[in-house]
């Protein structure tokens, strides 16, 4: 490795952690305020019984959530631990990064102050979770999480000053717990990004099918934080369908190099690559269908 690359490496591999890292900070302090606060009774008054209404409640729940695709992550297992079942969890670790309020501003703006685009990343973003959702329901019927052991019951008449210190305990637990599977999907996601480089991705898309799957490929290496994807791919208009766009703007807060290691980090293998394989057809199935309208 040349000194330059390596010093490329490290500027790309900080400007990831900078652009990420507050979402992480927030994703954890909101799964330790969950842990704390927030009791079984409450989220199953919220949450259907049923699997299929579940599944569209977490979905609409993940959406109000302004959190980064790794940030979701541990408000998921906490979410988990307080005994929302699987396939809703999911549902909402899907449609957290992609339809919160922040990043719809942000597309709104990066597509020049245009509708369409956005319109099209949510409603993808929440069939690609809702059917995702529903077939992980019918697959796994045990407990997925890699540490059963999050599934604590806190005493919730405790003095607030108490519950805080608790919580504050929780978030710094859950940070470490996060953060070192984060530091290392950031280090190999700036490795790929200086060593394989942007334009041999773009040169192989051509056609429909191919742009599609190559943008998906470069979402996945460059591993941006979905606050500030639209921008990127607002560059890529004027090559690329609205389909491929649609396709980057949905696959890559849903999966990068970063947040899938945070995920083997969290759940069983079985269960990550299973979501991977449902969520890669489903975008492209989409982004498809979109290029064509």
């Known amino acids: 490795m040349s000194k330059e690359s390596f ?14 890292l507050p979402f992480v900070v927030l994703g954890v302090i909101i799964s330790g305020v969950i842990q704390m606060f ?6 199953a008054k919220i949450i259907p019984k049923n699997r299929f209404l579940s599944v569209i409640v977490t979905s609409v729940l993940g959406s109000l959530f302004p959190a980064c695709e790794c940030g979701i992550v541990p408000i998921t297992r906490r979410l988990i631990g307080k005994g929302v079942p699987l396939h809703g969890a999911t549902s909402f670790m899907l449609t957290g990064p992609v339809i919160n309020p922040v990043v719809i501003f942000s597309t709104y703006v990066a597509f020049g102050n245009d509708w369409k685009m956005v319109g099209y990343r949510c409603i993808l973003s929440f069939i690609v979770a809702l059917f995702a959702g529903w077939i992980i329901s019918l697959q796994f019927k045990d407990g997925q999480l890699r540490n059963e052991a999050t599934h ?7 003095a607030f000053s108490k519950k805080f210190g608790d ?39 051509d056609g429909p099918i191919m742009s599609i799957i ?7 290496v460059l591993s941006l934080c979905s606050s500030a994807d639209a921008f990127v791919a607002s560059s890529f208009r004027s090559t690329f369908s609205n ?9 890559g807060p849903m999966f990068d190099i970063k947040n899938m290691l945070v995920m083997l980090g969290t759940f069983k293998s ?8 449902y969520v890669t057809i489903f975008v492209f199935l989409g982004a498809l269908i979109i290029s064509y309208l």
């Open 7 to 20: 010093l490329q490496m490290n500027t790309v591999f900080i400007s990831i952690l900078v652009e990420a």
């Open 38 to 43: 927030i009791t079984e009774n409450m989220l």
């Open 152 to 158: 604590h019951h806190h005493d919730h008449s405790l």
């Open 167 to 205: 919580m504050v305990r929780h978030t710094l637990d859950e940070f470490f717990s996060v953060g070192k599977f984060f530091i290392i999907g950031a280090l190999i996601a700036a490795a790929m990004q200086t060593f394989v480089k942007t334009s041999t991705l773009l040169s192989l898309g």
């Open 214 to 220: 190559i943008m998906m490929a470069l979402a996945f």
């Open 243 to 251: 389909g491929s766009l649609v396709a980057f703007l949905v696959f």
């Open 270 to 277: 079985k269960l990550v690559f299973f979501l991977l394989f």
